[in-house]
């Protein structure tokens, strides 16, 4: 009996070791997936910003844009243009081969990195899709009250502020000024300005430790001009949403 129980004991501890084995090789296996599938994701938006500038750059050629203006008698005036000529014939050297196929390819790039997980282009196409709403936003009424979205772009106009939220929740730098200015705008029923305010003021808020207690918060000062019990309230709930998403 005791030779069967040794017998069952090692064939036991055999067996959870072949399980730890392979639980290890399958999260490793899940690791490199994924770590793949973000290096095609980050590839994919790299093309896309590629592409995109190009395409602003055949449009400002069309439009004979200048390279950009600088006074050339003030001291090093001539340097900068030139500077400023070198780096756009760089530019335009860059995109020689790359046309309209190319500059039709974006959108679906940017999907392709969203998808895989790359928040940069997560964050681009919930911008794109805020500022189509913004432009079709219908027109103000008499009263001055803005007129109701149709029920599709109410619908769309919700998920974009819950998945810029979210984003900011989770301590998108980037996502916060976007949010802002969603928020802000009358194109919601019930537009926050101050909530946007809030995550306006986050954004400039060093993030991975809580903020000091007493110390005034970094760009308070751009709320000069609101009174002294409104500008508290939008420091009050800055504080917090910094707490909730970016003091660790």
């Known amino acids: 009996m005791l030779a069967l129980s040794a017998c069952g004991t090692g064939s036991s501890q055999a067996f959870q070791t072949e399980a ?46 200048s390279v950009g203006d600088a006074d050339l008698a003030e001291p090093g005036g001539r340097a900068v243009v030139s500077q400023r000529a070198r780096d756009h014939a760089a530019q335009l050297a860059a995109c020689r081969h790359i046309g309209e196929g190319e500059y039709a390819q974006v959108e679906q790039l940017l999907r392709q990195a969203a998808a895989g997980g790359n928040t940069d282009a997560q964050l681009e196409l919930l911008g794109r899709r805020a500022r189509l709403l913004l432009e079709r936003q219908p027109a103000v009424a008499a009263d001055g009250r803005p007129q109701p979205l149709s029920p599709s772009d109410r619908a769309d106009a919700e998920q974009v502020l819950a998945d810029l939220e979210a984003m900011a929740m989770q301590g998108n730098r980037a996502a916060m000024p976007v949010l802002d200015q969603f928020v802000s705008s009358p194109l919601l029923a019930t537009a926050e300005p101050l909530y946007g305010d809030a995550w306006r003021l986050v954004s400039q808020q060093p993030f991975g430790h809580p903020l000091p207690a007493a110390a005034p918060l970094r760009g308070e000062e751009m709320f000069e001009e609101m009174d002294a019990a409104t500008e508290r309230q939008v420091v009050m709930l800055a504080r917090e949403l910094h707490a909730s998403c970016c003091a660790r």
């Open 20 to 65: 730890k084995t392979q639980a290890g090789g399958a999260e490793t296996t899940r690791n490199t997936v994924a770590a793949a599938s973000g290096e095609r994701a980050a590839v994919s938006y790299a093309r896309a910003q590629t592409y995109s500038r190009c395409a602003m750059l055949a449009e400002a050629a069309r439009s004979a844009t």
